[in-house]
């Protein structure tokens, strides 16, 4: 027997609501065009008091579903969160009255678009279903996988042994420490930040060694990993080859780095010199000699040692690195104060094209290494040469704009880092012509021959996607150390280029976001970015046309298929994004509480004036991530847009079905705009790929409108950003001048 659905419907008539919208019209809107069977106006519904009505009325109203018409869904998220009730939610403030003049021309319309309102979030409403709550698993394993025994690895294992978690590092090498191990000192991270520190590198490896809470793995290696957070298995085999499986709950890869290669730097004689070295052989000598210094060809004394930054990186040249390395510059720094304790009267020279010390230590370093003598050189070097044990650096003074040439007994490079990302498995194979020789293709990206380092049993790859340069697809300013591979998180250089605090913060930051995915998968819930969502993707099988779409396209390699191809749902990976539904051809896919039903029929309950009327409609789809809370934020600063526009919140552009756009042509709808994050290398879609899908999809649409007759600029796909509180309004409204000008939808007919 169905389910009798009861709506209650509750609309708030607080902040300036009330005085400009009439609450008794909405009332009757639910209830006629809404089916609500339950309506009520209350004048502060996020008070306790409002709180404790709709909770009362639950009981005595045996109440299943709830519309909660007032301020924008982002807002009073916990307030209005009711067990086991789908909720959805009407936004009348925000998306009403604060867009919109406050003046009796526009009451009219005002009054309408929040009539819509509510008539969409009841529909909704209706069309939702009760999540069921996950069970906890016992299977849930806390123990968390650690590649990577360096200063990452080590910061992570004991962070989360504080936070009472188990953990296991894997290290590939005999030795615990990684490159930090190597120095002689480290860059201040402590006031005054005036001289370089002692590393403290023996500490962290005799804190974790004496951890009960972490077990080491040196000479080895992870050969195979496969399952999903809360129940991953990992095979840690040994360099003698003895191989054994063991269950963790979560990863964090944070292998680090690899020195940039300085042999192919011919034009500093790296290979020719013994006295040009990298910044990290000057570490090894130094530490050697408990800070003192000597030639390495042993012939004489260092009288002038010269620091050449960015060599091989910030540069286009080919096989040369385009980033900057970003500790560099405050290594070099830190590396001419060794000089300065061993001998004041040693001259050391940096040639910087820009000098760049971030962090708290930074400048403060910076301005110690002016006081101690250091000389900064704004230069361009264009070659060293050697001349028996002299070596001539010639470059070009670019305060002075003249060149030159100083001579010196030491040059350092500061060749900067290479990240061990592994393989990327989204890399193209290369291309071979006929006679087997490869074909040049700068557009294309090529497959890394790399070793694996986590062996993932994944049919998208053995590895973790990269984002650009190599480095792990983990964005660092949106979601850092998340990335495709639910469960699995990056931290340190592998992620992007970073000092030692940095690596420091960063390695415990990835072990809060590998706890709190083992807390969520244990109860069945999503992690970031839709973080505590129950809903879980389902499938109609009868219906499947075992097109694979729906699992080449999920950024996250939550879908696979069973022998007969049709697709198995990882619920622990899936992040709840619909991009598998809006890949869906035959729409057979859906959530409990999101589908593409949901959407269609808010869409289809919009009021739809006809043409004689001259109130076009215009349907916005806006990603709930970026596009929707810059709307919100430019309703805040009472950015207006146009009466006509019904905005419908999507969780990602990539869930957006292609019906939804032909049923809102078809309904009469006068042009539609989609909002969705950035895409491409610098890409702010918190799902990945969804919003360069959705662009894809809608790509072909033009096409569509063009057969029916119908304006292809009456569909537009836009890129925007959280920060884009002016654009977006301004995109409304571009639409409706469109509209305007190539007139109404001929289907409104």
């Known amino acids: 027997m169905a389910e009798e659905i009861k709506t209650g419907c509750y609309i708030c008539t ?62 009073k998220m916990n307030t209005f969160e009711f067990d086991n009730i789908p909720t959805s939610r009407a936004n009348i403030r925000e998306g009403v009255i604060w867009v919109r003049p406050d003046n009796d021309e526009s009451s009219e319309t005002t009054q309408e678009m929040a009539n819509d309102y509510i008539r969409m979030a009841c529909a909704e409403a209706r069309t939702m279903k009760q ?17 990577g025994g360096g200063i990452a690895g080590l910061t992570a294992a004991i962070e989360a042994s504080k936070a009472g978690y188990q953990s296991s590092i894997v290290e590939k090498s005999g030795k615990l420490g990684g490159f930090v191990a190597n120095l002689y000192k480290s860059i201040p991270h ?39 957070p809360g129940r991953f298995e990992a095979d840690i085999t040994k360099e003698s080859g003895a ?20 042999n192919i730097l011919d034009e500093f004689s790296y290979k020719t010199q013994k006295n040009v070295i990298t910044q990290s052989e000057l570490e090894s000598i130094a530490k050697k000699g408990k800070g003192k210094i000597q030639k390495p060809d042993g012939k004489g004394e260092i009288k002038t040692a010269v620091f050449i930054q960015c060599a091989g990186q910030r540069s286009d040249k080919e096989n040369h690195l385009s980033y900057c390395s970003g500790f560099c510059c405050s290594t070099s720094i830190k590396q001419a104060m060794y ?54 650096v010639e470059f070009k003074d670019l305060i002075l704009d003249e060149d030159t040439a100083i001579s010196a007994d030491l040059v350092v490079l500061a060749t900067g880092l290479v990240a061990n990302s592994g393989p990327d498995p989204y890399a193209t194979p290369i291309e071979l012509d006929a006679d087997g020789k490869e074909i040049e293709n700068p557009e294309v990206q090529k497959i890394d021959v790399t070793e694996s380092v986590l062996n993932l049993q994944y049919r998208q790859g053995t590895d973790l996607p990269h984002l650009k340069n190599g480095f792990t697809d983990s964005h660092f300013i949106c979601f850092p150390y998340e990335t495709r591979r639910t469960g699995i998180y990056a931290a340190g250089p592998v992620r992007r280029p970073m000092d030692i605090l940095q690596t420091k913060d960063d390695a415990t930051g990835a072990v809060m976001r590998a706890i709190s995915v083992i807390e969520n998968s244990n109860k069945g819930r999503a992690q970031f970015p839709r973080s505590g969502d129950l809903s879980f993707p389902e499938f109609r099988k009868e219906g499947c046309t075992q097109c694979k779409r729906c699992t ?52 289809k309950n919009c009021d739809m004036p006809d043409e004689f009327d001259e109130k076009p409609r215009i349907l916005v789809l806006a990603c709930e991530n970026d596009a929707y809370p810059a709307l919100d934020m430019a309703a805040q600063n009472r950015i207006e847009y146009s009466a006509y526009a019904r905005i419908i919140p ?100």
């Open 243 to 262: 191989s054994k499986t063991h269950k963790f709950g979560a990863i964090i890869q944070n292998n680090g780095f690899t020195q940039f290669d300085a």
């Open 131 to 147: 999540v069921a709550p996950s069970e906890e698993q016992s299977t849930i394993n806390k123990n968390i996988l650690i590649v």
């Open 552 to 603: 080449v396209e999920c950024p996250f390699g939550a879908i696979n298929e069973d022998e007969k191809g049709y697709p198995i749902f990882n619920e622990a990976r899936c992040r709840r994004c619909g991009t598998c539904m809006g890949a869906c051809p035959v729409r057979v896919i859906s959530f409990a509480n999101y589908s593409v039903e949901t959407v269609n029929q808010q869409i």
């Open 190 to 228: 402590k006031s005054p930040y005036n001289e370089p520190q002692e590393t403290q590198i023996e500490n962290l490896i005799k804190t974790a060694e004496d951890d009960r809470n972490i077990t080491i793995y040196l000479d080895s290696i992870v050969s195979k990993t496969e399952g999903a």
């Open 650 to 749: 999507v969780r990602c552009l990539g869930s957006t079905s292609v019906s939804w756009i032909t049923d809102a042509l078809n309904s009469g709808y006068d042009g539609i705009v989609m909002m969705g994050c950035k895409k491409g290398d610098d890409y702010q879609c918190h799902f990945v790929k969804g919003s360069e899908m959705a662009h894809e999809r809608m790509a072909k649409v033009g096409d569509t409108l063009e057969s029916l007759q119908l304006e292809s600029e009456r569909v537009a796909v836009h890129e925007v950003a959280i920060s884009d509180i002016q654009t977006a309004p301004a995109l409304i409204e571009d639409m409706a001048k469109v509209v305007e000008k190539v007139g109404m939808n001929p289907f409104k007919f």
């Open 339 to 392: 000089f300065k304790e061993q001998n004041p009267d040693i001259d050391t020279i940096i040639m910087y094209d820009d000098l760049r010390v971030p962090g708290v230590a930074g400048e403060d370093f910076y301005r110690a290494g002016q006081k101690k003598g250091i000389v900064f050189s704004k230069a361009k070097v264009s070659q060293v040469t050697g001349d028996g044990d002299n070596l001539k």
């Open 14 to 75: 607080g902040c300036g609501i009330g005085e400009r919208l009439d609450d008794k019209q909405m009332q009757t809107i639910a209830t006629r065009d809404g089916k609500a069977k339950f309506v009520k106006s209350h004048q502060f519904l996020c008070s306790d008091d409002g709180v404790k009505t709709i909770n009362d009325d639950i009981k005595s109203e045996q109440l299943n579903r709830l519309v909660i018409a007032g301020c924008s869904r982002r807002a």
